[in-house]
């Protein structure tokens, strides 16, 4: 079992940045992916960017890339993804999610507001 937390967000003038922290508990392994994924008012869920538990593979919605970074600090059990330049449309709940094979955990998401 696997307990993911969000932190960070909050409303940021567009231009601006946050970052969020993904803390995470319980059995993770090397195989894990950690994800970042967002869900906008009448809008489904869609992916972000991702990262493996192990390694420094990092993959992007082409939506975030050269905007968004995706990265962790395996002593603190922590992703953070680093927003910079931040659009209105970057508005939404965002979502930490961690899988295993089958499996998907998600944290309980934070709200990123983006003001014009």
């Known amino acids: 079992q696997v307990q993911l937390v969000e932190s960070g967000g909050g409303l940021v003038q567009a231009g601006g940045s946050l970052r969020l922290s993904c803390a995470a508990s319980?059995?993770?392994?090397?195989?894990?992916?950690i994800g970042w994924f967002r869900q906008a008012p009448g809008k489904e869920r869609e992916f972000v960017a991702r990262?493996?538990?192990?390694?420094?593979?990092?993959y992007y919605a082409d939506s975030v890339k050269g905007r968004f970074t995706i990265s962790r600090d395996n002593a603190k059990n922590t992703v953070y993804l680093q927003m910079n330049t931040l659009k209105p449309e970057d508005t939404a709940v965002y979502y930490c999610?961690?899988?295993?094979?089958?499996?998907?955990?998600w944290g309980q998401g934070t709200q990123v507001t983006v003001s014009s």
């Open positions: 999610n961690a899988r295993f094979g089958i499996v998907d955990y």
């Open positions: 990262i493996r538990w192990s390694g420094d593979s990092t």
């Open positions: 319980g059995r993770i392994f090397s195989s894990y992916i």
